[in-house]
C-alpha cells in the first residue's frame, strides 16, 4: 500500500472506534500523515488500520511493552493479525469515557480521590491461584492508580479499573473489592462495546487510557490463532507511588 491519497477516518461505533482508511503504518509516517492519525487516536480511543502486513521487526520499531501494573501505566497498544481463525477469537474494546459518564453524581464524587493498587498477581490469580513465581512477585510489585484518567489534550474522563486492579488502598479488602466489581458491572454494558472480528493483515491500535479489552473464545484444537502484541508506555505515574 502507497500513502498517496487522503487519509479519511470512518466511525466504527457511536461511541468510540474508526476506521483509518489511505494509510500505510508499516513504514515511518511523516509529520503531515502522523497528525491526523494521531487526532483520530484521542478523540476515538480505538483504530482499526485493515491490509497492514507488517513484520515483527516493523511492529518493534514503533512500540515497546508497558501495563497498567507498571508505576507509569501505558498509553496504546497495537495487535496485529498473523493467522485467523474463520470463527470466534475476536477482540471486544469497552468504552470506559461512556463508562465514566453514566455513573451517578455522587458514585463519581466518591471513588473520585480513590487509589486502586494494581498487581499482574491480582489478575494472574483469578485464573489459577499462586501461578505466578517469587521471582516476579518481586520484579512486578503493586502499584497505586488514580480510578480515572484524563485525556489531556480534549479533557475526556475515563473510567480507569480493569483485571489488575485489586483493593482500594484504605479500604478494608471485602468493601474495596465490592466497589471495583460495582464499577465493573456498570461498565459492562452491551451498547459500550465494539467487537472486532479479525482479518489477517489487520492492526488496531487502542488507547489504554479509555478503553479495555479483552479476547474472545474460539476452538484452539481446531483452529490457528498468531498476532503479535506490542504496546508503548506513557510519560507520568496516574498518582504518587
Known sequence: MRNTGPITVRKLHPLFGAEVLGIDITRPLSPREFGPIRAAFEEHSVLLFRDQHMTDETANYFWHSDSSFKRIPSLCSLLTARVCPPEGGNTEFLCMRAAWD????????????????????????RVQKGILN???LRELPPVKQRLYRDNPINGRRALYIGAHAGHIVGWPKATGEALLYELSQR???PEFRLSHAWREGDAILWDNRAVLHRATHYDTVKYKRFMQRTTIGGDLPTVAQ
Open 134 to 136: 517469587d521471582k516476579t
Open 102 to 125: 453514566s455513573l451517578p453524581a455522587a458514585l463519581k464524587a466518591t471513588i473520585e480521590p480513590l487509589i486502586a493498587e494494581h498487581s499482574l498477581q491480582y489478575s494472574r490469580d
Open 187 to 189: 461498565a459492562d454494558r
